[in-house]
C-alpha cells in the first residue's frame, strides 16, 4: 500500500505535515450542510458503546448514559463500564499484541496513523465533529478545530517527529558501525485522557502506539462517544487487534488493577491536577513491582494569565480576554481566567468587554450563531455557580455581569467578569475551568511589581499572555515570566496551540511539560538503546605501548 510522502530509503526525515486547514462552515457551504446531516443523525439516536480489549467489542452490565450538555434530557448513549476484570483482560490483550507491534517497523505503524489522518479528513471528519458538538457541547468552529484539524495533524505531525527522531545516529569511526534502536517500552502505557479535547483524548493514545507501545486508554465519561468513533476510525485504518485498548469505566478500579502491574510502563495523562498526584502517588507506593521505572507524563492544571500593560492595544485586548476566557465556556486548560489591567486602561476595557459580553449568545451548539455551548456536567455546573454566588457576596470581588446560571435545559453558565481587589484572591489563583475571568485593576506604576505578583501567584505555569505595544515592556515581561507558563504569547489570547507551531505543556504545577504535539513529547515513549558492531575485531590484546624499545 502506497502512502504519499514516504520514500522507500526510511531512517531519514522524508515525510513533511503540514496543518490540516480549518473549514469555516460559512452559510451555503459544503461543510455546513454535511455537519448539519450529521448533527441531525447523531441526535436522533442512542447507541450502546462497548469497550474494545484485544479488538472484539466488550459489553459489560454496568452502563452509563451519556447525555448532551446543553441538553441534559438528551441520551446520546449508553457505554459499558470496565471494573477490574476488564483491566485484567487489557493487561492480557496488551501484552499479547506487544511482541508483533514491536516488531513492526516505523514505516509499518506510520502508514496505519497516515491512514487515520486521510479517513479523519475525509469520511470521518463530521461524524467527529458532530458527536464532538453533542457530547461535549462545542461549537462547530470549536468542534472542527479539536477533532478534525488537530487530531489530524497529531496522526501526522507524529509521524514526522518520528523519523526525526530516528534518524538521530551517532558518528562511527573507521572500522565500526555504531546505530541508536529506539525500542518501546516494555509493558503497556495507560492513557488517562479528558473530556475537553477529542484531539487530546486520541493523541494520548496514539503517540505512544506509534513508538511501538501497547496501551490502554481509560477515555472520560463525558467523552466516551467521541472517543469510541476515534477507535472505531483506528480500527478502520489499520491498526492491529491489542495495540490500544479502549477501557472507559471505574477509574479507581481499573487504576488499581493497571498500576499494580509489573507490566506498567508509563502513564500518558491529561486531567486534575489532584489526580495526576493521586496517579503519581499510587505508582509511587508499587514501585518495586515494575520490570521497568514507568515514564510519568502528565499535562494537569492551570490559572492562566493575560496581563496588559499601559501600552496595550485596547481593541486587541478585549477580543482576547472574550475569546481566550469564553471560547468553549472556559473548559480549556489553557482558558484566560486571571486579568490584570493598568488603571489608566480599565474604564475602557471594562466598558468595551462588558459590551462585547452582552452580544454572546449561548444555547444548543447545533444552532451555529451560538458562541457558547454548555458546561460539561452538573458537577462542573454546581462548582461554578457556587463560584459564582460566592463572588456576589464576597466584599472584596464585585460581579460585574448580571446574568445567572441555568440549568433547566443545559448546564448553561453565562460568561461572567469579576472584578478582584487584592491580587492575591482565590480567584486569582485557583483553576475553576469554567467560564468566569477575574480581573485586578493595577496602579500603572507598579508594572515591574506586579510582574513578581503574576509570576508567584498560582502554583501552576501554563499558559499567559503579555499585551503591550512598549518593546521594554515586552522583555522586561519575558525575562519575569519565564517560568510562570509553559506556553507564552505576545498580544496574542493564551489558547490555540497548534500541534508543530506551539508544542504544548507546562511546568510547575501545570505537568511534566513534555510538550504535546512535538518530538520531545515521542521521546519519552522510547527506549533507546545503543549498538556498536567492530567490522574487524583486534585478535591480540597487547596495546602498541608496550612493546619494547
Same mark, same amino acid.
Given at each position: ?21 480549518? *473549514? ?12 448539519? /446531516? ?8 442512542? %447507541? ?15 452502563? %452509563? ?19 477490574? !476484570? ?42 467527529? $465533529? ?19 484539524? #488537530?487530531?489530524? !495533524?497529531?496522526?501526522?505531525? $507524529?509521524? /514526522? ?15 565500526? @558501525?555504531?546505530?541508536?534502536?529506539? =525500542? ?97 502517588? /499510587? ?54 481566567? @486571571? ?12 466598558? /468595551? ?23 460539561? !456536567? ?19 470581588? @464585585? ?10 435545559? &443545559? ?25 468566569? *475571568?477575574? %480581573?485586578?485593576?493595577?496602579? !500603572? ?30 522583555? #522586561?515581561?519575558?525575562?519575569?515570566? =519565564? ?6 504569547? %505576545? ?13 504544548? &505543556? ?22 533507546? @538503546? ?20
Amino acid at each position: 500500500m502506497a502512502v504519499q510522502g514516504i520514500q522507500p530509503q526510511w531512517g531519514q526525515p522524508q515525510y513533511v505535515a503540514h496543518n490540516e486547514a480549518v *473549514l469555516a462552515y460559512a452559510p451555503g457551504s459544503a461543510e455546513r450542510d454535511a455537519l448539519r /446531516q450529521a448533527l441531525g443523525r447523531q441526535a436522533e439516536q442512542t %447507541v450502546d458503546l462497548p469497550l474494545v480489549i484485544g479488538g472484539q467489542a466488550v459489553h459489560t452490565q454496568t452502563q %452509563v448514559e451519556v447525555v448532551c450538555p446543553h441538553a441534559h434530557q438528551r441520551v446520546l448513549a449508553r457505554a459499558a463500564q470496565a471494573g477490574r !476484570d476488564e483491566a485484567q483482560a487489557a493487561i492480557a490483550a496488551s501484552s499479547a499484541a506487544a511482541g508483533d507491534w514491536a516488531q513492526w517497523s516505523l514505516e509499518a505503524r506510520s502508514r496505519v496513523f497516515l491512514k487515520a489522518a486521510e479517513l479523519l479528513a475525509g469520511p470521518w471528519r463530521q461524524r467527529l $465533529n458532530a458527536a464532538t458538538m453533542l457530547g461535549q457541547s462545542k461549537t462547530a468552529v470549536q468542534a472542527e478545530i479539536d477533532a478534525a484539524c #488537530e487530531l489530524i !495533524d497529531f496522526l501526522r505531525f $507524529n509521524v /514526522q517527529f518520528a523519523q526525526e527522531i530516528a534518524a538521530q545516529q551517532p558518528q562511527s569511526s573507521t572500522g565500526m @558501525r555504531n546505530s541508536t534502536d529506539y =525500542r518501546p517500552l516494555e509493558g503497556f502505557v495507560y492513557a488517562v485522557t479528558p473530556f475537553n479535547f477529542t484531539a487530546i483524548g486520541g493523541n494520548l493514545a496514539i503517540a505512544p502506539a506509534l513508538m511501538g507501545n501497547t496501551v490502554i486508554w481509560k477515555p472520560s465519561t463525558t467523552a466516551v462517544l467521541s472517543n469510541y468513533l476515534f477507535m472505531e476510525l483506528l480500527q478502520e485504518a489499520g491498526l492491529p487487534p491489542g495495540v490500544i485498548n479502549f477501557l472507559p469505566g471505574d477509574a479507581q478500579a481499573i487504576s488499581a488493577e493497571l498500576l499494580t502491574s509489573p507490566r506498567l510502563a508509563g502513564i500518558h495523562f491529561t486531567g486534575s491536577t489532584a489526580v495526576f498526584d493521586q496517579l503519581w502517588q /499510587q505508582t509511587a507506593q508499587n514501585l518495586s513491582r515494575y520490570r521497568a521505572y514507568p515514564r510519568l507524563v502528565g499535562e494537569t492544571g492551570g490559572k492562566d494569565f493575560v496581563l496588559a500593560h499601559a501600552s496595550a492595544d485596547v481593541d486587541a485586548l478585549c477580543v482576547a480576554l472574550l475569546r481566550g476566557a469564553y471560547e468553549y465556556q472556559g473548559q480549556k486548560c489553557s482558558a484566560a481566567s @486571571r486579568a490584570y489591567v493598568p488603571a489608566s486602561l480599565w474604564p475602557q476595557v471594562k466598558t /468595551q468587554l462588558l459590551d462585547l459580553i452582552a452580544t454572546l449568545r449561548m444555547g444548543d451548539v447545533s444552532d451555529f450563531s451560538n458562541f457558547m455551548g454548555a458546561v460539561i !456536567d452538573r458537577r462542573a455546573f454546581t462548582r461554578l455557580s457556587r463560584a459564582i454566588a460566592s463572588a456576589r457576596e464576597d466584599s472584596g470581588t @464585585r460581579v460585574l455581569t448580571s446574568a445567572q446560571p441555568d440549568d433547566r435545559v &443545559g448546564y448553561f453558565v453565562p460568561p461572567t467578569l469579576i472584578e478582584v481587589t487584592d491580587p492575591g484572591h482565590a480567584l486569582m489563583s485557583e483553576e475553576l475551568f469554567g467560564p468566569v *475571568l477575574a %480581573v485586578h485593576v493595577y496602579a !500603572d506604576a507598579q508594572w515591574s511589581e506586579l510582574l513578581r505578583t503574576v509570576d508567584a501567584t498560582s502554583p501552576y505555569a501554563l499558559t499567559g499572555a503579555v499585551f503591550a505595544q512598549d518593546r521594554a515592556a515586552l522583555a #522586561e515581561a519575558d525575562a519575569a515570566l =519565564r517560568n510562570a507558563a509553559g506556553n507564552f504569547y %505576545v498580544n496574542d489570547k493564551p489558547t490555540g496551540a497548534v500541534v508543530g507551531q506551539q508544542p504544548f &505543556g507546562g511546568a510547575r504545577r501545570s505537568g511534566t511539560n513534555d510538550k504535546a504535539g512535538s518530538a520531545l513529547n515521542l521521546l519519552r515513549w522510547v527506549s533507546p @538503546r545503543t549498538i556498536k558492531e567492530t567490522l574487524v575485531p583486534p585478535i591480540d590484546y597487547r596495546y602498541a605501548h608496550m612493546a619494547a624499545a
